[in-house]
């Protein structure tokens, strides 16, 4: 590029320089720095902060950047920062994903942290965030969960099964929701049928999945997918003391989020219930593998070896 600034560019760099120019101007939008922001967000929250200043030079309209740079504040520390961006995003365009990040940010660092939350604004901003897009799973789910924690079970309740009824996107994390306020009440048949509902719409190895876009498209989110298979073997191994039933619910989470440690345990846990040492232990192994730092999947190890007379293990 320096050559080609100083005149000395060949015609085939020249060329180059027109069809970079044209795929340049075909993109409205900051998407490619939000993407590129989000990858670095995972090991380097100051490079992702940069990534997405560079965006918002480029592209001070695009609400998506704003937010997406909130949200990178917010984790720093920075909530004065983080509250601004948010606000200059829903300034820009209303949107369900930055309405869901205030209200959050709200409900965990309140503007008045001596009186707390402001409740009565983190629900205006939840029931506006569903007046923009009907469709939002994760405003049900964190509504859900709010009024669930306000000790309101039946609006809780609503919140999740209007979610579920009007075939929401990222679906797994609503029946997730509900299945939990089932169990905080101990209904654990109720909260099992749900749990089963959910995982029903996204079928297993056969490859046999519901054709209905939202519920498909949902397949990106696998990481709540598991959460469903994990909570229902929980009940089948822990409530219902059926191993072979919790074995074949774990099967088909696997097959949605195949390096998922707590799935992985669960496994180690339900062979070991049946006697099966040696599968058991390549579970284990295997949990273990997929996280290191998983504490639990370290104790029930040496548990089942403890308990199998291997004291050096």
Known sequence: QQRWRKGVGTHQQRNHQRRGDTMANQVEDGRLFNAWAKLESKTNLGEARRILRMGMKMYPKDHALLQAAGNIEERRGNVTAARDLYSASLHIELSAPAL??????????????????????????????????????????????????????????????????????????????????????EEVEEARSVLQRGLALFGGGSGNHSNNNNYVSSRGRKANVAFLA?????????????????????????????????????????????????AA?????????????????????GVMEMRAGNFKA
């Not at 205030?102 to 604004?121: C, Q, W």
Request: net charge negative; with cysteine.
């Open 100 to 185: 869901i990040a205030y209200a959050m940010l709200e409900l965990r660092s309140p503007e008045d942290v001596a009186k707390g939350p402001n409740i009565a604004t983190v629900r205006k901003l939840f029931n506006e965030a569903l007046l923009i897009d009907p469709k939002h799973g994760p405003v049900y789910n964190a509504f859900g969960n709010l009024e669930r924690r306000q000790g309101n079970v039946d609006v809780a309740k609503q919140l999740y099964e209007d979610g579920i009824n009007a075939n929401c996107t990222d679906a797994s994390s609503v029946f997730h929701g509900l299945a939990k306020l089932h169990l905080s009440l």
């Open 281 to 301: 232990r390549s579970m284990f192994e295997k949990s273990l593998m997929a996280d290191q730092c998983h504490a639990q999947a370290w104790q029930a190890f």
């Open 230 to 278: 994990h909570t229902l073997a929980l009940i089948e191994l822990n409530w219902n003391n059926n191993p072979t039933r919790a074995k074949s619910v774990l099967e088909q989470g696997l097959w949605h989020c195949a390096s998922s440690s707590q799935l992985l345990l669960a496994m180690a846990l339900s062979e070991s219930r049946l006697g099966h040492d040696s």
